[in-house]
């Protein structure tokens, strides 16, 4: 017993090092949520609005054509320094998944995504007519449609190409 004790004694600084550490982090994940939470707040929820119109490559957004399948709806803008870091991200998700992407108080989006290799399907929303029904007033933003046409996730700021993969995966189960 006396030497359980002693035992006890020699780890007690360590374990309450890691308690502080776990509880520090655990601050700053609640903290990092609510932020997300919040700026979030006033983006749509529900049914998602159907997309319609005609995307940069000339073709018909057909909203069936979608349903039965998750979709990511991204928007986002040229001038968006945040929206160049996800361009490459949303590039690599439009190869597995469907995406619409679109380009929110733009100009000259063609021309922008052909001088950076870009060909994910992009709708031109230069006066922010979409970005108004979706309730986004910063980019960028995405949204996860489910199979049913249900937006699942809505988020406005960077989302990784991990996060954006595994709630496509998660709404594909």
Known sequence: MFRLKRLFDKYKNYFSGWRKLLIEVLIIVLVFM??????????????????????????????????????????????????????????????DYNVISIAAWSEDTSAYMQKQGLSFPTLDDIDGVWADRYGVTGVPASFIISKEGNIEFAERGYSSETGLRLRLWWIEL
């Not at 319609?52 to 040229?78: E, M, Q, R, V």
């Open 34 to 95: 609510g932020v997300r939470h919040y700026q979030s707040r006033d983006m749509s929820s529900g049914p998602a609005q159907p997309l319609h119109g005609t995307l940069l490559d000339n073709s018909k957004i057909d909203w069936a054509a979608y349903k039965g399948k998750p979709l990511l709806i991204h928007f986002w803008a040229t001038w968006c320094p945040v929206c160049r870091l996800e361009e490459n991200s949303i590039e690599s998700i439009s190869q």
